[in-house]
DNA sequence: TTGTATGCGTTATCAG
DNA sequence: CTGATAACGCATACAA
């Protein structure tokens, strides 16, 4: 920059006002852009954050990006930062929770303006001096957590199976035994089951439990060739595809003889059809939300938890 | 770091060495390091980058992360970044050719050490002063390309149809028109054809043409209710998983009647089975190289094409 | 081995 | 509206 200045006979900054589009006087402009251009000057943004403190980069922490909701979750969020100038430093935990609270001390270390986590570590601490929001996990009232409405979409599940004629149901999920906003998909099935008067069952594996425990639900439930249950809710898409394969295997068809909703709202290859029908998520919703919370510029006086509407969707897993 | 130095009683430089893990007496460490914690001190990368010059952040454009195939690229890539304590910048282009040239402006100015990049734009200039690595796509022999060895995929499905006991196939795609690696896998289908004594016929249309232009292309080739092809290979996994769709709408059986090959080895949900029968591109010795390469200091002696072996996989669609 | 001093490239303050 | 200058936090060459 002080090349540039040199070369146009003008200030350091009044360069600098050049690059920032500030107001300059028409023949200074002229003279800076054509010793830019000659000099072939380029801008270099560490300077900047070392003066400003501020790097117009978001974090964000997730468990990886093969999940697909988790890619679809990076997607829309890449996006929504993209509308604002943003950048985003990409941190994937694998599920482990040093590397959630490395990345925490490690963004903070690169000056990020903000930071978007969806972590399982339960005793992370959220660190004051950096705006922080979080998805699908309440913390404290200072943390801003974005989700959807797991509540509404257990609810919306129950309702779905029972005006598609069910009678028998079933809520199944495997998971971290962290209770976190996911986890109330349950309770809104469960809710919804007792109001509606549907005769149900519930089947909650730990983390790490092995897959073979659905299968002894399954078949433990089974008699004369005919399943228990005319309705399957799982926890997540990925459950339900995996339960459908078993189903099939024990000669029961899908949705003749059971019908399986889902919870995501993931497609094939990312853009095609629904992989099995489901609640699904408002991902550009949830991104957009988490973006314009972590930069907004009164973090204290946002909501605590915002929720967001889910829709159910067919996927071939019920009947139309 | 001052007040660091000044709670500690000591000069800056030494704290700057206590926190860069130099040799330092150890009487002065323990002072050095019981004041980082008496004051909360938080190293700021900021000073460090403008003072060196590195960042240790690679840039990393790919068009999106919905698309499977480069969710897993993303994965990998970023597990190779992190076994050299790298970070990654991730830029979306979502097939622009603008934001391909923005995003590489945009690293540059923040002093990425490195580019990796999977782009479309066929008048892109690679800059020259940032180590630069490309994906499927060969610019020169000054910038290195890593690829799978799309070639001798498009031979191996050709080969591995011939033994499954096809004696019609055909080839088809939809894509830039941008020659690229990928557009190899014709290349080695048709060769390998050639050479088996395979009857063949290819059918490539341009990005952008409608995907009936397929289904007018398989019911022209269908006589009284049985299709001429027996074998079909894809240019992608996604496209074979279509074809499908439309086969078996059209009443015909896969892979009893026509058997179907795709290329890239995209798993159900990322982790379970692959979705169609592939050629698996070996993406995580892809990333690696990518980063290895990316990182070396002697860029100019490194080969300018690096094409990584391929594999078969069963997916279903096949004769086992 | 430790202390001192300089400069990396930028923004922002203040004086002209 | 422009010019001069200090300061941001750190690494490092050099002096002690």
Redesign the interface.
Known sequence: MADVAREAGVALGTVSRVVNGQQVGEEFRAKVEEAIQRLGY??????R??RT?S?NTIAFIIP?????YF??L??HV??AL?KRNC????C?TEYDTNRETEFIQ?A????VDGIIALTYNPGLTIPADVPFVTIDRFFSTSVPCIASDNFGGGWLAAHKLKELGCTNVAFMRIGSSLTNEPSKRKDGFVSACVELGLSFEVIALEDGAPYAEFEKFLTDHMENGKLAFDGLFTGT??LA??IIQTLKKMGLRVPEDVQVIGFDG?R?????DY?VSTIVQPVQEIAEACVSTVLSKHLSTVPSLICLPVKYAFGGTTKE
Chains 1, 2 share one sequence.
């Open positions: 380029q801008y270099n943004n560490s300077g954050t070392l403190g790097t990886n990006t093969i999940n697909p890619a679809l990076v997607h890449n996006i993209e950048k985003m430093l990409l994937f490690m903070r270390q690169n000056q898409d990925m595809w995996m993931i094939t290859f990312g853009i095609l992989v």
